[in-house]
């Protein structure tokens, strides 16, 4: 059983940065894609970024470019979410989510493309 255990959310000022990290139990890392989402109260999940280790291939969301770095350590099975500039429109619980899979598809971007999920961390960016 994968479990996913986020970590490295908190309360911050606009402009401020945070780095988040999720550590996987998963024996393959290789074969595994890593995801960040993130769901503010009444809205939907919505997707922030990927990596795959397989292909090193990472895509993000419209609204982080330039903002936001995802990376990964594959020695700790460890991704993590480097946040700068945040702004109060980014304040949310964040979730890491994974899947097995060989390959990597950017199109990957709804919550349904992920099989396991972390319990969440809050990041709250205050104006």
């Known amino acids: 059983q994968v479990q996913l255990v986020e970590s490295g959310g908190g309360l911050v000022q606009a402009g401020d940065s945070l780095r988040l990290s999720c550590a996987a139990s998963?024996?393959?890392?290789?074969?595994?894609?890593l995801g960040w989402f993130r769901q503010a109260p009444g809205r939907e999940r919505e997707f922030v970024a990927a990596i795959s280790w397989s292909g090193g291939q990472i895509a993000y969301a419209d609204s982080v470019k330039g903002r936001f770095t995802i990376s990964g350590d594959s020695a700790k099975n460890t991704v993590y979410l480097q946040m700068n500039n945040l702004k109060p429109e980014d304040t949310a619980v964040y979730y890491c989510?994974?899947?097995?899979?060989?390959?990597?598809?950017?199109?990957?971007?709804?919550?349904?493309?992920?099989?396991?999920w972390g319990q969440g961390t809050q990041v709250t960016v205050s104006s």
């Open positions: 998963v024996r393959t890392f290789s074969t595994y894609v």
């Open positions: 989510a994974g899947r097995f899979s060989r390959y990597f598809s950017t199109t990957w971007t709804i919550p349904a493309d992920y099989e396991h």
